[in-house]
């Protein structure tokens, strides 16, 4: 194979090399103009000289199958490759932003930063596992700010792609990832785990957090399987400071078991985005780590060993969890729609166990008064919806922790439910609408207007009128 | 070049032409026939016909087991196979299984080469199920792209630097990449009899500037199929098991 020597100067395929940005283990970065594209560009080349660890190839392939087939903000635009004829190379847009290392060099972070940061992540994951993509390397130098609320994600050299030949998972005994971060069921040679990317994400919360790694960086592979048995010290031990909400969160991510994990990125980053509606179990409460007796027995006991599933696969963990939005018109709650509402919504939770529910009210501003601020009697009303919500609700019986209430304050109630669908990365919305009445004449219909711009599926939940069947 | 590659047809007249058309509808240019055009089904004499008119407009036919036993002895069948053989030999005419026995074993395009069964020995109509059946049919050709039938169950192994081999589960409409330099061997599903669980006929699309694989997936009138083999007094098996896709 013919090989050009990179320098400044050279042209590939019309593109122009400028400065050499980074040197990598198995890659370099380079600047590169194009005339076609006015997007600032960088070209990525594997390392691939003699003795150069052969992983470099595969691993680069690999990004070279995947990036073309993804999309969206929240990473990279692919813009062209090149093969293995003459120069192999992949040229892709250049993030404006920085990535997360420096703010992993400042930690430990406030927890509301460390919360923010978590969330832009987990929204970035959340919108890769859609695409059928399990990162393997979350890591703070693999994300970067595009943006002041939204992170992409980079270097999917080590992912794995639920549609595509997986190179990397048959060609490597030893497994591939960033040792403070790697997931116990990855450390075991697992790649199509989706959850692995909630546990590294929940590694990078605890040492943000904490200012250190929970697992320390292990160079061997009989060090790296201790984080199957060894839990490391509750974040609160080390920074008293710590919220309970963001230990509890943090420690739910680093749950050895993939099953006790966030089942998604898109609920971990709900519960970064609404701290006060997270559900405080023992996690939240614990300053030590687990005892000496308990520790061994998860470590040498046969019935207390972990144990991994070969494929719950990216697709179907979302699919099985979604974030289902109802929305709730707590004037009557007690009507037959209130009750088909909640028929309806018991149905849908029979057959997705993971599924979360936020249950939603809008007050309606008054437009004019929109600037007044709240009244003691305004506050009251925020607090009576709350509790009507929990009332609507409690026959679900759903326990804490899988429902969370909200009272959204907006002019269009249609408006407040799709923005916050948007922000939430919400699944499904359910809500009823009215039968033919002359407020909904007067006002339009909420679920019409819902129905017709949500970014997620809507269930409208209707009475049959009596008089028309 | 867009090129469709069906294999594995076994006189199934319903699931060749609804793949036809739907490679048809997919721009395909050329057409890969990989051999099996006749045997359990019960349209021997349709589907050999069309073969012989996309033959004459350039398509690529390869010699298949059933293809070969049409027109002389066929070892090592199992009963029901054997049976739909005789009947199938029964309905041809000489000629058509002179046609038949005398298709080429392989033939090689670019760095593709096509071929039924295991490459390595193709008379010896061998399976090509596993990471090891895969290596030994890789190993005994130069070709870069191998493209294989006869198992009926789609899979893409690729043979990696260090002489790994992985085996993928193609996911039906997903154009799987067949990167340069690395070795590829793709065993396409079966249009006429699929034993993957499902019954939809399966016909591959190759794109060569992309080099890409895509496995699609195409319901067919699998009642008319299997009423076919009924009333040509064949195995109740044969037609049973072309709903259930196994």
Avoid at chain 1, 267 to 287: E, G, Y
Avoid at chain 2, 152 to 173: D, K, M, N, W, Y
Wanted: net charge neutral; hydrophobic share 45%; charged share 20%.
């Amino acid at each position: 194979m013919a090989r050009t020597r990179l320098a400044e100067g050279t042209v590939i395929d019309g593109f122009t090399i400028g400065r050499l940005l980074h040197t990598g283990g198995m890659a370099l970065l380079w600047q590169v103009t194009h005339p076609d594209h006015a997007l600032p560009l960088v070209m990525k080349v594997p390392r691939l000289a003699e003795g150069e660890d052969p992983a470099a190839i595969v691993s680069f392939e690999m990004e070279q199958m995947i990036l073309p087939r993804l999309s969206g903000p929240h990473v990279p635009r692919f813009v062209a490759s090149g093969g293995f004829d003459v120069q192999p190379y992949l040229v892709m847009e250049r993030v404006p932003g920085a990535s997360l290392l420096p703010d992993s060099e400042a930690a430990p972070l406030p927890p509301g930063r460390v919360a923010e940061l978590g969330a832009m992540a987990a929204e970035a994951l959340d919108s890769l596992h859609r695409q059928h993509v399990v990162h393997l390397d979350v890591k703070p130098a693999n994300i970067l700010l595009r943006d002041a609320d939204s992170a992409v994600l980079v270097d999917f050299g080590l992912s794995h792609h639920t549609e595509l030949p997986d190179l990397m998972g048959e060609e490597f005994r030893l497994p591939y990832g960033s040792a403070p971060y790697m997931a116990p069921e990855q450390v075991m040679g697992i790649r199509s785990e989706a959850r692995s990317d909630v546990f590294a994400l929940g590694a990078m919360l605890y040492m943000l957090a904490t200012g250190r790694t929970p697992f320390g960086d292990p160079q061997r592979i009989g060090a790296l399987r201790k984080r199957l048995w060894w839990d490391p010290p509750p974040p609160r031990e080390l920074r008293p400071e710590c919220p309970e909400w963001l230990q509890e969160v943090i420690l739910r991510c680093l749950e050895v078991q993939p099953e006790r994990r966030y089942p998604t990125a898109a609920q971990l980053a709900f519960d970064l985005r609404h701290p006060d509606q997270v559900a405080l179990t023992a996690r939240a409460r614990k300053l030590r780590r687990d005892g000496w007796a308990t520790t061994m027995r998860r470590r040498f006991h046969p019935d207390h060993q972990p144990r991994f599933g070969r494929s719950a696969g990216a697709v179907a963990g979302i699919a099985g969890a979604p974030i289902i939005v109802v929305a709730v018109d707590v004037t009557d709650q007690e009507g037959a729609l209130g009750r088909a509402l909640r028929s309806t919504l018991h149905n849908i939770l029979a057959t997705l166990p993971g599924a979360r529910i936020a249950c939603l009210n809008v007050l309606r501003h008054n437009l004019i008064s929109l600037d007044s601020t709240l009244d003691s009697q305004g506050q009251n009303k925020h607090v009576q919806r709350l509790v009507e919500l929990q009332h609507w609700a409690a026959p679900l019986k759903l326990p804490e922790g899988r429902i969370t209430f909200h009272v959204l304050e907006a002019v269009s109630p249609a408006a407040a439910i799709l923005d916050y669908a948007r922000l939430n990365r919400v699944d499904h919305i359910v809500l009823g609408a009215r039968t033919a009445s002359f407020k909904r004449k007067m006002l339009g219909s909420v679920s019409g207007e819902v129905a017709a711009e949500a970014p997620c599926n809507v269930t409208v939940v209707r009475i049959r009128d009596q008089a028309e069947t | 070049m867009r090129i469709a590659i069906l294999s594995d047809i076994h006189a199934n007249r319903e699931a060749f032409e609804a793949c036809l058309t739907d490679a048809a509808r997919q721009g395909a240019q050329r057409f890969v026939l990989l051999g099996d055009l006749v045997g359990y089904g019960a349209d021997p004499g349709w589907v050999l016909s069309r073969a012989q008119e996309m033959a004459a407009q350039g398509a690529v036919l390869i010699r298949g087991n059933h293809d070969e036993a049409a027109a002389d002895v066929h070892n090592g069948m199992t009963a029901n196979a054997a049976a739909a053989m005789d009947w199938t030999r029964s309905v041809l005419t000489e000629a058509e299984r002179d046609f038949l026995h005398l298709l080429p074993m392989e033939v090689a395009e670019e760095d593709r080469l096509y071929v039924h069964a295991d490459a390595s020995a193709p008379t010896r109509w061998l399976y090509v199920r596993d990471a090891e059946e895969a290596r030994r049919s890789l190993e005994g050709t130069t070709a870069r792209v191998v493209i294989s039938g006869h198992v009926h169950v789609p899979a893409i192994f690729g043979l990696t630097a260090s002489a790994q081999l992985v085996i993928f589960r193609p996911v039906a409409e997903a154009p799987v990449p067949l990167t340069r330099p690395r070795r590829w061997l793709a065993v396409v599903g079966s249009v006429g009899q699929p034993r993957d669980g499902n019954p939809a006929a399966a016909w591959s699309l190759l794109e060569t500037e992309a080099q890409t694989l895509t496995i699609h997936r195409v319901p067919y009138d699998i009642d008319a199929a299997a009423a076919k083999i009924r009333a040509a007094g064949l195995p109740e098996a044969l037609a049973a098991r072309l709903h259930h896709g196994l």
